[in-house]
T-cell receptor, first 114, second 110 residues
Framework: GAGVSQSPSNKVTEKGKDVELRCDPI?????LYWYRQSLGQGLEFLIYFQGNSAPDKSGLPSDRFSAERTGGSVSTLTIQRTQQEDSAVYLC????????????FGPGTRLTVT | GENVEQHPSTLSVQEGDSAVIKCTYSDSASNYFPWYKQELGKGPQLIID?????GEKKDQRIAVTLNKTAKHFSLHITETQPEDSAVYFCAASISDKIIFGKGTRLHILP
Protein backbone atom coordinates (compact mmCIF):
# COMPACT_ATOMS: atom_id res chain seq x y z
CA GLY A 1 0.00 0.00 0.00
CA ALA A 2 0.93 3.67 -0.11
CA GLY A 3 3.57 4.86 2.30
CA VAL A 4 3.99 8.24 3.95
CA SER A 5 4.15 11.02 1.40
CA GLN A 6 5.46 14.55 1.80
CA SER A 7 5.23 17.62 -0.36
CA PRO A 8 6.97 19.48 -1.72
CA SER A 9 10.11 17.37 -2.04
CA ASN A 10 12.20 20.52 -2.31
CA LYS A 11 11.45 24.08 -1.28
CA VAL A 12 13.63 27.14 -1.74
CA THR A 13 12.43 30.27 -0.03
CA GLU A 14 13.73 33.69 0.83
CA LYS A 15 14.57 34.62 4.37
CA GLY A 16 11.54 36.09 6.11
CA LYS A 17 8.92 34.25 4.05
CA ASP A 18 6.50 31.69 5.50
CA VAL A 19 6.49 28.07 4.31
CA GLU A 20 4.07 25.17 4.66
CA LEU A 21 5.18 21.55 4.48
CA ARG A 22 2.65 18.79 4.03
CA CYS A 23 2.59 15.21 5.27
CA ASP A 24 0.14 12.46 4.28
CA PRO A 25 0.51 9.60 6.74
CA ILE A 26 -0.35 5.97 6.12
CA UNK A 27 -4.10 5.50 6.27
CA UNK A 28 -5.22 4.28 9.68
CA UNK A 29 -2.09 5.36 11.53
CA UNK A 30 -3.07 7.27 14.64
CA UNK A 31 0.34 8.74 15.43
CA LEU A 32 2.22 11.31 13.37
CA TYR A 33 5.65 12.83 14.00
CA TRP A 34 7.70 15.64 12.54
CA TYR A 35 11.50 15.66 12.71
CA ARG A 36 14.19 17.97 11.42
CA GLN A 37 17.45 16.65 10.01
CA SER A 38 20.22 19.17 9.48
CA LEU A 39 23.16 18.28 7.22
CA GLY A 40 25.06 15.36 8.69
CA GLN A 41 23.02 15.44 11.87
CA GLY A 42 20.59 13.11 13.55
CA LEU A 43 16.85 13.38 13.75
CA GLU A 44 15.64 16.25 15.89
CA PHE A 45 12.14 15.66 17.26
CA LEU A 46 9.76 18.55 16.60
CA ILE A 47 6.17 17.53 17.34
CA TYR A 48 4.04 14.42 17.90
CA PHE A 49 0.31 13.92 17.29
CA GLN A 50 -1.52 10.95 18.82
CA GLY A 51 -5.17 10.50 17.95
CA ASN A 52 -7.33 13.23 19.43
CA SER A 53 -4.90 14.04 22.25
CA ALA A 54 -3.21 17.41 22.52
CA PRO A 55 0.02 17.28 20.49
CA ASP A 56 3.42 17.10 22.16
CA LYS A 57 5.03 20.31 20.93
CA SER A 58 8.05 20.11 23.19
CA GLY A 59 10.52 19.84 20.31
CA LEU A 60 9.48 22.94 18.39
CA PRO A 61 12.56 25.21 18.39
CA SER A 62 10.71 28.53 18.44
CA ASP A 63 7.25 30.06 18.20
CA ARG A 64 7.84 30.52 14.47
CA PHE A 65 7.15 26.79 14.12
CA SER A 66 3.67 25.32 14.33
CA ALA A 67 1.87 22.23 13.08
CA GLU A 68 -1.65 21.05 12.61
CA ARG A 69 -3.20 17.70 11.93
CA THR A 70 -6.64 17.97 10.42
CA GLY A 71 -9.18 15.18 10.77
CA GLY A 72 -6.59 12.89 12.27
CA SER A 73 -4.90 12.48 8.92
CA VAL A 74 -2.95 15.07 6.90
CA SER A 75 -0.54 17.30 8.78
CA THR A 76 0.97 20.67 7.89
CA LEU A 77 4.15 22.06 9.43
CA THR A 78 4.32 25.85 9.12
CA ILE A 79 7.47 27.90 9.57
CA GLN A 80 6.89 31.64 9.76
CA ARG A 81 9.49 34.29 8.97
CA THR A 82 12.02 31.68 7.87
CA GLN A 83 15.67 32.07 8.84
CA GLN A 84 18.74 30.56 7.20
CA GLU A 85 19.21 28.22 10.15
CA ASP A 86 15.84 26.66 9.30
CA SER A 87 17.44 25.08 6.23
CA ALA A 88 17.23 21.32 6.72
CA VAL A 89 15.34 18.22 5.65
CA TYR A 90 11.99 17.97 7.40
CA LEU A 91 10.85 14.38 7.86
CA CYS A 92 7.39 13.15 8.72
CA UNK A 93 6.64 9.71 10.11
CA UNK A 94 3.53 7.85 11.14
CA UNK A 95 2.91 4.79 13.25
CA UNK A 96 -0.09 2.60 13.85
CA UNK A 97 -0.49 3.17 17.55
CA UNK A 98 2.18 5.48 18.96
CA UNK A 99 5.52 5.44 20.72
CA UNK A 100 7.02 1.99 20.93
CA UNK A 101 5.67 1.21 17.49
CA UNK A 102 7.52 1.13 14.17
CA UNK A 103 7.64 4.56 12.58
CA UNK A 104 7.28 4.77 8.82
CA PHE A 105 9.07 7.77 7.39
CA GLY A 106 8.30 9.83 4.35
CA PRO A 107 11.06 10.91 1.93
CA GLY A 108 11.30 14.35 3.52
CA THR A 109 11.11 17.93 2.31
CA ARG A 110 14.44 19.65 1.74
CA LEU A 111 14.03 23.29 2.77
CA THR A 112 16.59 25.86 1.69
CA VAL A 113 16.31 29.40 3.02
CA THR A 114 18.34 31.90 1.01
CA GLY B 1 18.75 15.44 30.07
CA GLU B 2 17.37 12.67 27.93
CA ASN B 3 20.07 11.49 25.62
CA VAL B 4 21.10 8.79 23.17
CA GLU B 5 24.79 8.67 22.29
CA GLN B 6 25.91 6.80 19.17
CA HIS B 7 29.42 5.76 18.12
CA PRO B 8 31.23 5.86 15.80
CA SER B 9 29.98 8.71 13.63
CA THR B 10 31.69 7.18 10.60
CA LEU B 11 32.70 3.56 10.00
CA SER B 12 34.48 2.01 7.05
CA VAL B 13 34.71 -1.77 6.74
CA GLN B 14 35.90 -4.10 4.03
CA GLU B 15 33.17 -5.92 2.16
CA GLY B 16 32.56 -9.23 3.86
CA ASP B 17 33.75 -8.03 7.27
CA SER B 18 31.50 -7.23 10.24
CA ALA B 19 30.37 -3.80 11.39
CA VAL B 20 29.38 -2.84 14.92
CA ILE B 21 27.64 0.35 15.98
CA LYS B 22 27.13 1.17 19.66
CA CYS B 23 24.64 3.33 21.50
CA THR B 24 24.07 4.34 25.09
CA TYR B 25 20.97 5.84 26.62
CA SER B 26 20.25 7.78 29.76
CA ASP B 27 16.77 6.80 30.96
CA SER B 28 16.62 3.45 32.74
CA ALA B 29 12.87 3.34 32.03
CA SER B 30 13.48 3.07 28.28
CA ASN B 31 12.02 -0.17 26.95
CA TYR B 32 12.06 0.03 23.17
CA PHE B 33 15.18 0.32 21.00
CA PRO B 34 14.77 0.50 17.22
CA TRP B 35 17.48 0.80 14.57
CA TYR B 36 16.85 2.68 11.33
CA LYS B 37 18.76 2.71 8.05
CA GLN B 38 18.72 5.82 5.88
CA GLU B 39 19.84 5.66 2.27
CA LEU B 40 20.71 8.79 0.33
CA GLY B 41 17.68 10.92 -0.45
CA LYS B 42 15.27 8.71 1.46
CA GLY B 43 13.63 8.66 4.85
CA PRO B 44 14.90 6.28 7.52
CA GLN B 45 13.55 2.73 7.48
CA LEU B 46 13.29 0.36 10.43
CA ILE B 47 15.67 -2.59 10.07
CA ILE B 48 15.43 -4.21 13.49
CA ASP B 49 14.20 -3.40 16.98
CA UNK B 50 14.47 -4.87 20.43
CA UNK B 51 12.44 -4.53 23.57
CA UNK B 52 13.77 -4.56 27.10
CA UNK B 53 12.56 -8.05 27.92
CA UNK B 54 15.15 -9.66 25.63
CA GLY B 55 18.91 -9.36 25.42
CA GLU B 56 19.49 -10.19 21.77
CA LYS B 57 17.59 -10.38 18.51
CA LYS B 58 18.75 -11.61 15.14
CA ASP B 59 17.45 -11.24 11.60
CA GLN B 60 19.66 -12.83 8.95
CA ARG B 61 22.90 -10.76 8.85
CA ILE B 62 21.69 -8.22 11.38
CA ALA B 63 21.66 -8.61 15.16
CA VAL B 64 21.03 -6.25 18.05
CA THR B 65 22.16 -6.76 21.64
CA LEU B 66 20.87 -4.95 24.70
CA ASN B 67 22.52 -4.55 28.09
CA LYS B 68 19.97 -2.91 30.36
CA THR B 69 22.29 -2.76 33.34
CA ALA B 70 24.89 -0.79 31.42
CA LYS B 71 22.24 1.04 29.37
CA HIS B 72 23.80 0.28 26.05
CA PHE B 73 22.78 -1.52 22.91
CA SER B 74 24.60 -2.42 19.72
CA LEU B 75 23.92 -3.23 16.09
CA HIS B 76 25.97 -5.96 14.44
CA ILE B 77 26.04 -6.48 10.69
CA THR B 78 27.90 -9.57 9.49
CA GLU B 79 29.19 -10.39 5.99
CA THR B 80 28.73 -6.78 4.93
CA GLN B 81 27.70 -6.05 1.36
CA PRO B 82 27.84 -2.86 -0.75
CA GLU B 83 24.12 -2.26 -0.22
CA ASP B 84 24.76 -1.96 3.51
CA SER B 85 26.38 1.44 2.86
CA ALA B 86 24.03 3.97 4.48
CA VAL B 87 23.50 6.03 7.62
CA TYR B 88 22.29 4.04 10.62
CA PHE B 89 20.40 5.55 13.55
CA CYS B 90 19.77 4.00 16.92
CA ALA B 91 16.90 5.21 19.06
CA ALA B 92 15.45 4.69 22.51
CA SER B 93 12.05 5.32 23.98
CA ILE B 94 12.48 7.97 26.66
CA SER B 95 9.44 9.13 28.59
CA ASP B 96 6.80 9.33 25.87
CA LYS B 97 9.19 10.07 23.03
CA ILE B 98 11.61 8.23 20.77
CA ILE B 99 15.03 9.89 20.90
CA PHE B 100 17.43 9.23 18.04
CA GLY B 101 21.21 9.08 18.08
CA LYS B 102 23.15 11.30 15.69
CA GLY B 103 23.77 8.49 13.23
CA THR B 104 26.66 6.43 11.89
CA ARG B 105 27.71 6.70 8.28
CA LEU B 106 28.75 3.19 7.22
CA HIS B 107 30.97 2.78 4.16
CA ILE B 108 31.50 -0.69 2.73
CA LEU B 109 34.83 -0.78 0.91
CA PRO B 110 35.23 -3.01 -2.15
Amino acid sequence: GAGVSQSPSNKVTEKGKDVELRCDPISGHTALYWYRQSLGQGLEFLIYFQGNSAPDKSGLPSDRFSAERTGGSVSTLTIQRTQQEDSAVYLCASSLVGQGDEQYFGPGTRLTVT
Amino acid sequence: GENVEQHPSTLSVQEGDSAVIKCTYSDSASNYFPWYKQELGKGPQLIIDIRSNVGEKKDQRIAVTLNKTAKHFSLHITETQPEDSAVYFCAASISDKIIFGKGTRLHILP
